[in-house]
């Protein structure tokens, strides 16, 4: 059945895959095949002929496989599916949600360009950027989330590079923040800068909401970035990524993964099959666990403060308008602060139980940790400090276990931290991490 009007969640069962192409198996088997037999010559030069470049697929001409580099059926009705929820013409898939995000810098930019990115960013992608592609003469220059795109323009034309600018990327909500970008601002900011020659790109980066509770491309945005590991993958047993757009652009993206070598693989593509037949079930359920964890820490003693989108209200009109122009749900990731620094955060954390103390978000199970030291321990000092990134920052991925026992361990493992003492020293026990007050 390919009637794409129906429901997202109700075509994960069965879009494009028919069971009688493999014995009537009701589910995609795993086609662990490096390679594929053509039916005669003119046809294995038809495919490659198609595949390399050399001519467009002419009307009504059915493609078939060549090469598991190149193409595979568990990927194809993988990429076939993923596109149903952001509404996106064509999808890639990675073997990770770092190829994704470099395989896109890699090939929208090349050595001159300037490329415009949002802070605070995922720390792997931010260290890419100022790392490696500084090796190949691409400069960067960022803006932070609140700044306006007037403020946003202005940044661009004080690097003397703005006839330079290729590429707007963006992290939205920001990891680990929870900050919100206008994408809509962004395009016009890509707009600005572009001419008749030369558009310029906006890629977003939509891991921490999707592909559910943001759909970028709706707002402008050409590319949607996401670490399937996360949310889309939903079980700490994968690592995957994904790019959705246009073809046109997809194409570009799909022939630089296949000369890098860096596409899922058979095993990948099926087992992500799998987790997008409950992926709304998942997500829905782990939005609901967040707004009740999110109440009771904005009530702790200990907690300074929190947060969570589904507090945002006309208080912070900015962040607001951003939110209910462009968001679906509060989502499932927060983070607090935890009233003293990082040996409170430590406490605190140490003492968990049912919540894992582990880097990655989006899985079934709830996933907890430090920032300041662990996916953002490379990012500069004073950059933590204006971003927000402070040792007392802990960021918490909701799962799908009972809330009442998430709130009990949050509870517990509070009841552990010693802050708030206005009389006396605080002495570390070294051995034990705890603190005792004299």
């Not at 014995?23 to 995609?28: Q, S, V, Y």
């Not at 782990?286 to 907690?303: C, G, W």
């Not at 935890?338 to 978000?361: C, D, P, T």
Request: glycine share 8%.
């Amino acid at each position: 059945m390919e009637n794409k009007s129906m429901h997202p969640e109700s075509l994960m069962m069965s879009y494009g895959y028919n069971p009688q192409w493999s014995e009537g198996a009701i589910k995609c088997p795993i086609f662990q095949t490096s390679t594929f037999v053509f039916k005669s010559a003119e046809e294995g030069k038809a495919f490659f002929e198609v595949a390399y470049g050399k001519r467009e697929q002419r009307s009504n001409e059915k493609l078939g496989l060549i090469y598991s580099r190149l193409n595979n059926p568990d990927l194809e009705i993988l990429e076939n599916r993923l596109t149903l929820w952001d509404g996106a013409e064509e999808c890639a898939v990675f073997e990770s949600g770092m190829s994704a995000v470099s395989t896109v810098l890699l090939e929208f930019l090349k050595p001159g360009d300037l490329l415009l990115y949002s802070l605070p960013l995922y720390g792997g992608s931010e260290h890419f950027i100022k790392t490696t592609l500084t090796k190949f003469g691409i400069h960067g220059v960022y803006f932070r989330t609140g700044q306006t795109k007037e403020e946003i323009i202005e940044i661009v034309k004080k690097t003397g590079k703005a006839d330079k600018l290729a590429l707007v990327y963006i992290e939205t909500p920001a990891n680990p923040t929870n900050d919100l970008i206008d994408i809509e601002d962004c395009k016009s900011v890509a707009k600005y800068f572009s001419t008749s020659e030369k558009e310029i790109l906006v890629a977003v980066d939509n891991t921490y909401f999707g592909p559910l509770w943001q759909h970028p491309l709706k707002f402008g945005a050409d590319l949607v970035l996401y670490s399937a590991t996360k949310y889309i993958g939903g079980h700490s047993d994968v690592i995957a990524g994904a790019v959705l757009g246009n073809k046109t652009l997809i194409k570009r993206v799909k022939t630089l993964r296949t000369f890098l070598g860096n596409m899922a693989g058979p095993w990948t593509g099926w087992l992500l099959l799998r987790s997008l037949e409950t992926l709304k079930a998942r997500m829905d359920m782990q939005a609901r666990n967040a707004k009740k964890v999110a109440e009771f820490l904005e009530l702790h003693p200990k907690i300074e403060k929190t947060y969570y989108l589904g507090f945002l209200n006309e208080s912070n009109p900015v962040q607001y308008n951003i939110f209910t122009k462009q968001c679906l749900s509060g989502g499932a990731m927060l983070s607090f602060d935890i009233k003293g620094g990082e040996v409170e955060a430590f406490q605190f954390l140490n003492h968990l139980k049912l919540i894992h103390l582990a880097v990655s978000l989006g899985s079934t199970e709830s996933l907890i940790e430090h920032p300041a030291t662990m996916t953002h321990c490379d990012v500069d000092d004073e950059e933590k400090k204006i971003l927000g990134i402070s040792d007392k920052l802990i960021r918490l991925s909701v799962g799908v276990e009972h809330y009442d026992d998430l709130i009990e361990d949050i509870r517990q493992a509070l009841d552990h931290v010693s802050v708030g003492v206005e009389e006396g020293i605080d002495i570390y026990d070294l051995t034990s991490s705890e603190v005792q007050t004299v």
